[in-house]
């Protein structure tokens, strides 16, 4: 089945302590995307990434950093975690650059 | 930069009537897209408009692309209770960024 994979669904963790939420699709899409949303916020670009090694910014890239090593992956890392960074996180890919996005089922990250 | 608003933010609908919900740019889009997202899920991709003054139907959802490409709607014929959830839209801007609507989140009164 197509699909886009995030690891965790749900994560609670500290102020400051490091932490990854994975992403993975299994399309062979080139583009992959990190997506915050907010309640009235709608969805916020984090990360975009056009092929391995290639990244770029997104609307709100401050606090996160992100890694394309290989085409299917393209985890989130957030090295210092702080309150605002509540939110819930969708990776998405597709095989077209800014249309067509297939969105993995989300991580509920909370920092306290 | 880029800007897409939609409007209304909320729609209660009693189920059988027809709505219409708008997306609206700050700029010109080279196409424009809609994605449903039901409570407690994720963003489902619906479909893509591209030319101008297009129009698109699946089923009873009708969507339509603005003679200036800087806008459009979904309008919602006999809206069931399965059409409930955030309709987005979302438009491509510089540097390959997609830049998505607020959203329209839709009630359905039985």
């Known amino acids: 089945e197509a699909q886009v994979t995030q690891n965790p669904r749900y994560l609670i963790t500290v102020t400051g302590k490091k932490l990854t939420v994975t992403c993975s699709q299994n399309m062979n899409h080139e583009y992959m995307s990190w997506y915050r949303q907010d309640p009235g916020l709608g969805l916020r670009q984090i990360y975009y990434?056009?092929?391995?090694?290639?990244?770029d910014k997104g609307d709100v890239p401050e606090g996160y950093k992100v890694s394309r090593k290989e085409k299917r992956n393209f985890p989130l890392i957030l090295e210092s975690p702080s309150p605002n960074q509540t939110s819930l996180y969708f990776c998405a890919s597709s095989g077209y650059p800014t249309y067509g996005y297939t969105f993995g089922s989300g991580t509920r990250l909370t920092v306290v | 930069g880029q800007q897409v608003m939609q409007i209304p933010q909320y729609q209660h609908v009693q189920e059988g009537e027809d709505f219409t919900t708008y997306c609206n740019s700050s700029?010109?889009?080279?196409?424009i897209q809609w994605y449903k997202q039901r409570p407690g899920g994720h963003p489902v991709f619906l479909i893509q408009?591209?030319?101008?003054?297009e129009v698109k139907k699946q089923k009873r959802l009708t969507f339509q692309f603005g003679e200036a490409k800087k806008n459009s709607s979904l309008h919602i014929t006999a809206t069931q209770t399965t059409d409930v959830g955030t309709y987005f839209c979302a438009g491509p801007a510089a540097g390959n960024k997609l830049t998505f609507g607020g959203g329209t989140r839709v009630l359905v009164k039985p």
């Open positions: 408009l591209v030319k101008s003054g």
């Open positions: 700029t010109t889009l080279s196409n």
């Open positions: 990434s056009m092929n391995v090694e290639v990244t």
